[in-house]
């Protein structure tokens, strides 16, 4: 099993949309990462969170430290938003990474 | 002007030969990674670095070998190459160990046949 879970897999949703995508772990973390990977390869940071929430435009992001889950979420949706989302997870013990799997979404025109 | 630069960004080899990735950063982070993306995109930390010193060093095969010659470089060193090596390899950087303001380079698709 592994130590993030991301869900969905996969979404796909018509433009201006709100989109959720879930993320849960099952470690003691100092840190959570969300990160967005274009079509393209490329990975881009989007926020790093150990308590509370944040946004960065149409992007939210909150974690729960006591239910150890975090979501982010989209306003607004664009096709350019259209990405793989992947949650990290940095863990107190041992100073290791863990990752999610990925969400693909694709936003339709 | 690149903040995290990656060369190559290709790299096609034989199996059983040595090759170097080199990673590069002008943002004037401590910390340094290196990470593997498989054919099914899963991400997986490979190496970290924070001032020139190893802190995260993964289960992967002693093959590999990263080098930090100063803390803006971090290169990997991957030694008789095998097809399962075939991935992306992803550097990036952040300003410490704790991961804040995560840049990553742009890949290198390393394919070995």
């Known amino acids: 099993k592994n130590e993030v879970e991301q869900s969905p897999q996969n979404l796909t949703a018509q433009e201006g949309e709100f989109i959720t995508i879930n993320c849960s772990y099952s470690v003691g973390i100092s840190a959570l990462h969300w990160l967005q990977q274009h079509p393209g390869g490329g990975i881009v940071s989007l926020f790093m969170l150990s308590s509370g929430k944040k946004k960065h435009g149409r992007l939210i992001a909150t974690i729960n430290i006591q239910e150890k889950h975090s979501s982010l979420h989209i306003t607004a949706s664009h096709p350019r938003d259209s990405a793989v989302y992947i949650c990290?997870?940095?863990?107190?013990?041992?100073?290791?990474?863990?990752f999610g799997t990925g969400t693909s979404l694709t936003v339709i025109p | 002007d690149t903040a995290v630069s990656q060369t190559p960004k290709y790299l096609v080899t034989q199996m059983g030969n040595d090759k170097s990735i080199k990673c590069e950063q002008n943002?004037?982070?401590?910390?340094m990674y290196w990470y593997k993306q498989d054919s099914k995109k899963f991400l997986k930390i490979m190496f970290s670095?924070?001032?020139?010193?190893?802190?995260i060093n993964e289960t992967v095969p002693n093959r590999f070998s990263p080098k930090s010659p100063d803390k803006a470089h971090l290169n990997l060193h991957i030694n008789s190459l095998e097809l399962g090596d075939s991935a992306v390899y992803f550097c990036?950087?952040?300003?410490?160990?704790?991961?804040?303001?995560?840049?990553f380079g742009s890949g290198t698709r390393l394919t070995v046949v």
């Open positions: 990036a950087s952040s300003q410490n160990s704790g991961g804040s303001g995560y840049t």
């Open positions: 670095y924070n001032n020139k010193e190893l802190i």
């Open positions: 990290a997870v940095r863990s107190t013990a041992g100073n290791q990474f863990y």
């Open positions: 943002l004037g982070h401590d910390t």
